[in-house]
């Protein structure tokens, strides 16, 4: 049983996504993202800047000497949506060098308040003066550059301030979530602000409502199936803090007993019997499925509207993941566990 555990455990923290090739003009875009994170940290009191580098070298991970790579560990996809907008603009709707960087520097300060958000809400970073100044600047600096984003489109600011609502609605619902689905669903309103730029940008390019809800369709898919990846991955984090993931609401009653009433302790009751039947009962393959079924949609749309370097992009997220590669590894583990008992 041990064994089998510990197995599971193994796949389940070194399944990711597949690695994704840049192009050159995605090289320089990605450049502009990480300098819009230096200068963020310019625009602070001068008396925090050398505090502010430090907790960035920490929170990203990059070690003194190396190059200031703020994005690493996010996927190409969640920045990239902007430069393939970009590049689907016909001729006669060129996007201004205004509105590029405000888009640039309102979907940088998105994506990183949506990690910074999610760490202060868990108490995995400390809400210190620092934190809260970093938090406050960015949203300050995010909502500056949408306004300016949203300048000259219809309701605009409407628009904004509808997007920031989902993203509260989101992250402070209370609703019940009974399944795989709405989980899915909820995460939508809680990946709002990242949809703002795209959106805005959307309506700049003079595109229809159908383009528009197609390309937020796309980066929901996507957004969701890396929330169900992390998922899978901290699953045995997830299980002693009792955290609500997608991996609990595919367990029927009984076993979402043990997640709750888990002590912290991996070699607990309770952790075997969930682990045993998670294993048993394909709770990660299930969960591969959907990542798949997403990330496969949001590569069709990509390429309904010619946008074929982005949905490259999602069909390499998946590779490592399709029936010929992660389905059948994890279904190997099975039958080897099997042979083992």
Known sequence: MEDKIEDLLSFCSEIDFGAVNLSNGEKKFYSDLKNEIISLCKSLPESTKLDTSLFFMRYFRIPIGQELDFFRDYYVPAWSIIYWLVQSCSSDKVIENQDMKSAITAHTMALFLHSLDDHLNDNEIPATHLTLLLRSQSWMIMINALNRLADGVEKGNEIIQSFIDDYYSGI????????????????????????????????????????????????????????????????????????????????????????????????????????????????????????????????????????????????????????????????????NLSARD
């Not at 590569?299 to 997220?317: P, Q, V």
């Open 172 to 335: 402070r619902s209370s609703k019940n979530i009974e399944s795989l689905d709405s989980y899915c669903d909820l995460f939508r309103k809680q990946m709002a602000t990242g949809l703002i730029t795209p959106f805005l940008m959307t309506k700049k390019m003079g595109t229809d409502k159908r383009f528009t809800e197609a390309i937020l369709t796309a980066y929901e898919s996507f957004g969701i199936a890396w929330r169900l990846l992390d998922d899978i991955k901290d699953i045995e984090t997830d299980m002693m803090k009792g955290t609500h993931s997608s991996v609990y609401y595919c367990l029927p009653q009984k076993i979402k007993n043990h997640w709750d009433k888990n002590t912290g302790d991996e070699n607990s009751g309770s952790a075997r019997i969930i682990l045993d039947y998670v294993l048993e009962n394909n709770v990660i393959s299930r969960i591969i499925e959907r990542i798949c079924k997403e990330l496969e949609l949001a590569a069709s749309i990509a390429d309904s509207y010619k946008m074929m370097g982005f949905a490259d992009e999602f069909r390499c997220l998946v590779r490592p993941l399709d029936n010929s590669s992660g389905l059948y590894q994890l279904g190997c583990l099975r039958g």
